[in-house]
């Protein structure tokens, strides 16, 4: 008669200093690559945000082992104090913020990493509510808080982003149909119009030894418009200068990195920072010269980028972040993402729920009609 070999029951281990998260990559990226394979979610993205955005971040990493020891979940928070309507409040967040793009439970079972991982955060009250920040539309995140409403615990939902995206064909000539023929007769006239002022090329960076420079030459174009108006381009603050320039360095080296830059008489007009990933083109940070405004030279490259990535057979074009008009001139479909409340089953957390979903939508209307 054949030994039947027992495997224990998975169980949850809290990872919470750096040391043991950063020996996790390995595994970490095995687990990314067999579920959600996408680059906001694998470990050396998480690494860099932490390193840049949140140094000093107390770490509350949930890791689920199968019966084996392998990992088969994670969900990597942290803990911190805020306020919620002047009372503050113990929350667990995503290790994430508007840079990150998206975040998700990551799992090979979400049932079943959903149940242990709310059973975890059950026994622990040092907490008062968990937020995951853009989960988006089916992503693994969802299953956590339907378990947690399934469970009778307080949660709530807002919706945060819609993110353009394009699927793409396999011809050129097949996206193009896809146009408004206005779209494309513009585009035509604003590319006639920029040949008229100069000799106009498209250069496309990988890496190499003048990475820093080019780098330095897209954050002066993107800061030199509306955004470096608004104090929100990437080289006006130390923290998010370092978290792109070290996220372009590490893509570099894993052949992940797209810097895009249209070119007047040499001169960058049109810069994109992108991840290329997985047969997708993530399309993080876009700029142009404003004062070329009339010859649209954002949406000339967009169109030369487009058409590279159908040739080289990418299957995604996602332009992340919230949706904008632009954007809308190349596609009609979008990504839902949202952010998802739970609240622990205590006094204070039943509270502030209420406070959040129920109390400060009717204030609010109860403002709106007052004021019309």
Sequence with gaps: ???????SAPRVVEVADRTTFMALEPEWNALVESTADEPFYRHEFFRIWLDDFAPEARLRVFTLRDGEGRLSAALPLM???????GVP??????????????????ARDPGEASAAFLEH????????????????EGGAGWSLYAAAKAAGLSVGTWESLQSPYIPLPGSWEAYQKTLQSKFKANCRRRRRKLEEKGRVTVERVEGGLELEAKLEEG?????????GRRGTAMAQDARTRGFYSELARTAAYEGRLALFFMRLDGRAVAFQYALEYGGRYFLLKPGYDESLGDCSPGQLLM??????????????????GPDMVWKRDWTDKVRRHTWLYVFNDTALGRAMCAAKFRWAPVAREVVARWKK
């Design 1 to 7: 008669m054949e030994a039947r070999q027992l495997t």
């Design 303 to 320: 169109e030369d980028v487009l058409r590279d990535c159908v040739t080289r057979g990418l299957r995604e074009f996602d332009f992340l």
């Design 121 to 136: 955060l059950r026994g622990d009250k040092n907490w008062d509510v968990l937020l995951l920040t853009d989960v988006p």
């Design 79 to 85: 803990a911190g104090r805020v306020s919620m309507y």
């Design 219 to 227: 954050f002066a174009l993107e800061a030199s418009g509306w955004k």
């Design 89 to 106: 409040v113990r929350q667990l967040s995503a290790t994430a913020n508007p840079h990150s793009c998206r975040f998700d439970l990551l």
